[in-house]
């Protein structure tokens, strides 16, 4: 049974910094793995999407990476601004690809 | 350009009652799905269908029921609202089955039950 957890669960940084959201898999036959942001009272934005046969995905200032072996995919945030403030959840198909696992999220807060 | 759209935003019913939560999207996805996320849950899967005519169980359905009638609408029904119903509900579609594809998320029903 696919699990998903992500470390750290908050995270508190100032304006600029580069920062790296983590989240593990316990179920490494994935074909893809996604990144979400959730604003407080909305619902979820798709930020990134990687397929099984990529390693890395790029968007703007956000790179997520994605190591199947180990069961890891890292959010990489360069330059980090108030506007980033969010939470980040990662999510991994189940066996059936009927469903996203998601983690429980890592909320962000960027300050000025 | 609306996306997956739900209704309503907000609503507080009494145990007992019951309620359709809708959720419609104008993009021809074939998957739609209900979640409801929690506080130290996470989002977790209710029901989902993989096109019109065709549901079937996630991790928490019981106490729920849905129907696929037409390939735009894919209706939360909750037949007797308990306590434990209460809930932040989400309403997602993609192009094709579960994962392939990113998912689009609606902006959530956030309901209480008295």
């Known amino acids: 049974k696919q699990e998903v957890t992500q470390i750290p669960a908050a995270l508190s940084v100032p304006e600029g910094e580069n920062l790296v959201l983590n989240c593990s898999f316990t179920?490494?036959?994935?074909?893809?793995l996604q990144w979400f942001r959730q604003d407080p009272g909305k619902g979820l934005t798709s930020l990134l999407l990687i397929q099984s046969s990529q390693r890395e995905q790029t968007s703007g200032r956000l790179n997520a990476s994605l190591d199947k072996s180990s069961g890891r995919s890292t959010l990489y945030i360069a330059a980090s601004q108030p506007g980033d403030s969010a939470t980040y959840l990662c999510a991994a198909p189940n066996q059936a690809g009927t469903a996203l696992i998601f983690g429980k999220g890592t909320t962000l807060s960027v300050s000025s | 350009n609306a996306g997956v759209t739900q209704t309503p935003k907000f609503q507080v019913l009494k145990t007992g009652q019951s309620m359709t939560l809708q959720c419609a999207q104008d993009?021809?996805?074939?998957?739609m799905s209900w979640y409801r996320q929690d506080p130290g849950m996470g989002l977790r899967l209710i029901h989902y269908s993989v096109g019109a005519g065709i549901t079937d169980q996630g991790e928490v359905p019981n106490g729920y029921n849905v129907s696929r009638s037409t390939t735009e609408d894919f209706p939360l029904r909750l037949l007797s609202a308990a306590p434990s119903q209460t809930s932040v509900y989400f309403c997602a579609s993609s192009p094709l089955t579960g994962g392939n594809q990113p998912q689009h998320f609606g902006d959530g029903t956030r309901l209480s039950i008295l």
């Open positions: 179920d490494s036959a994935i074909y893809n």
């Open positions: 993009m021809n996805h074939e998957y």
